[in-house]
Each structure stands twice: as C-alpha cells, then as structure tokens.
C-alpha cells in the first residue's frame, strides 16, 4: 500500500491546513478504516485530534465521491467500492499552541503529525511521501524528515 501526504496552507489567517492522502493498494478491499491517534509521543493522555477535522472526502479513481462513516470518536470506515486509488482530504483547525497540537496564523506554522496525519488501521505504511504547500511570503521549513524535492518550489519529505 502506497500513501502519499500532501498538506496545503493556503490561507494561514484561518488556522486551517488541509490535508490530502492520496492511497494506492495492490488488492482491492471492501473498505479502510481511518484514524488520527488519541495520544502523542512523550504525552500519554489521551487527546481528542479528531475534533478539529472538517470537510472530509473521499474520492476514486475517477472521481466519483465514494460513502464513508465516522465509527469511532477518531475513525472513519471508507466503503472502497472496488477502488484501487482513492483520495482522501479533510481539514484540520489548528490554532492550539503547544507542543502536542498544531497551531496555524499569519506568521508561522507549527505542524504536529498525530493531529494532523491520519493512518489506516492494520496497514503498515512504509516510507509515506509528505508534500507541503505553504503561502510564497514564507520563506522556509524546518523538518527531521529527509528531504526528496527535486526543486526547491516543491517541498516533498520522507
């Protein structure tokens, strides 16, 4: 199973990032069950990430918007319908400054993974690509992740 990861802030003002999963599977399935996680490394109390998700979606292979359902507090089964490519896009509010949230303004972004990026229960997700897309006033990122952009107007990590 390929992941990749894209995530857009285009109007930072708003404290909104968007993020868009785009899934390839060898094989297909009857349907995937997405979450955020409840907890944070370093931070063992549970957390309720999935409260700022907004907008979510869910497309095939060519485009048609395929029926998803929340089951849990923080996942969300996607009825695959056949589908060997979907996309997945949803938005996250993030304007909580602190270390285990993300936090979005005018002036920066602090971008914190379990609650932003969601996973694929019983799938092991090897080497996700994660693409950023920021506003051009910004002038750079800072990550731990190795960097594979081929240009420096695209910003691609794994």
């Known amino acids: 199973m390929e992941i990749n990861y894209k995530v857009v802030i285009e109007n930072p003002s708003t404290h909104y990032v968007k993020i868009i999963m785009s899934i390839s599977m060898p094989q297909t399935e009857e349907f995937l069950d997405f979450f955020l996680p409840v907890w944070s490394p370093g931070s063992y109390m549970v957390r309720d990430y999935a409260k700022h998700i907004r907008r979510l979606q869910v497309l095939g292979s060519k485009g048609k918007n395929l029926f998803f359902d929340k089951v849990k507090k923080s996942t969300w089964r996607v009825s695959l319908e056949m589908q060997k490519e979907i996309s997945l896009s949803y938005e996250v509010y993030c304007n909580e400054l602190t270390v285990r949230t993300s936090h979005v303004n005018d002036a920066h972004a602090f971008l914190h993974g379990p609650s932003l990026f969601m996973g694929i229960k019983d799938k092991e997700i090897v080497k996700p690509k994660?693409?950023?897309?920021?506003?051009?006033?910004?002038?750079?990122?800072?990550?731990?992740?190795?960097?594979?952009?081929?240009?420096?107007?695209?910003?691609?990590?794994?």
């Open 130 to 158: 994660i693409e950023v897309s920021f506003p051009g006033a910004w002038t750079k990122l800072t990550t731990g992740l190795k960097d594979i952009s081929k240009k420096r107007e695209h910003f691609i990590y794994e």
